[in-house]
């Protein structure tokens, strides 16, 4: 076997996962008609012709081993996690950054959750304003989470105009603003004959 081949095989194989030996094989059946004189250009030039072949019987191992039945496969190393080969620091760490997360996890859900509630009740009551339902009339309504404001929201105004708890007409001057009342109040008084 020429030495400068397996040299030169060796550098060009040596990401194709092949072992030494299997190089040397190869080497060993391309170095026919090499001798010790032959030019490093000559050299180069078998090595490259071998490569198809390396290339060739990469592909045939990894073939063969991907059709191995699993009882055939060797097995895999353990890659960890199920805390045999866990140092007792980093298991503590571990149940604590667990517990950590799911405190925040806790929080993240609460927030939204409020977050929800409060995007909700701003619907309702800007709902309730468009309507002219006054703000005092609203205090004591609760809608389910599922319910359709629109639809809860105008039924609601319609029972309390046929009950003639709200006047039709004037459904807006009673949800009209504190100020406005006040501003209503001090005309009205005003428009009082004295005595």
């Known amino acids: 076997m020429n030495k400068k081949l397996l040299s030169a095989l060796q550098a060009k194989c040596k990401d194709f996962g092949l072992s030494e030996k299997a190089i040397e094989d190869l080497a060993t059946s391309g170095s026919e008609g090499l001798t010790d004189e032959t030019s490093e250009e000559d050299i180069e030039k078998k090595a490259d012709s071998l490569v198809p072949f390396a290339k060739f019987m990469q592909a ?8 191995k039945k699993p009882a ?14 866990e140092p007792e620091w980093f298991k503590a760490y571990k149940v604590q950054q667990e517990k950590q997360l799911q405190e925040l996890k806790d929080e993240n859900a609460a927030m939204k959750l409020e977050k929800s509630k409060a995007e909700r009740g701003a619907s309702i009551a800007a709902k309730a304003k468009e309507l002219g339902i006054p703000d005092f009339l609203m205090k004591r309504i609760s809608l389910a989470d599922d319910a359709d404001i629109a639809k ?11 009950n003639n708890l709200m006047p039709a007409d004037k459904a807006d001057i009673i949800s009209s603003s504190e100020q406005a009342a006040k501003d209503d109040a001090k005309s009205w008084a005003n428009s009082l004959p004295n005595f």
């Open 152 to 162: 809860e929201l105008t039924e609601y105004k319609q029972e309390l105009i046929t």
């Open 60 to 67: 045939e191992v990894t073939r063969k081993s991907q059709n």
């Open 72 to 85: 055939e496969r060797p097995a895999d190393p353990p890659k960890g996690g199920n805390g045999d080969d």
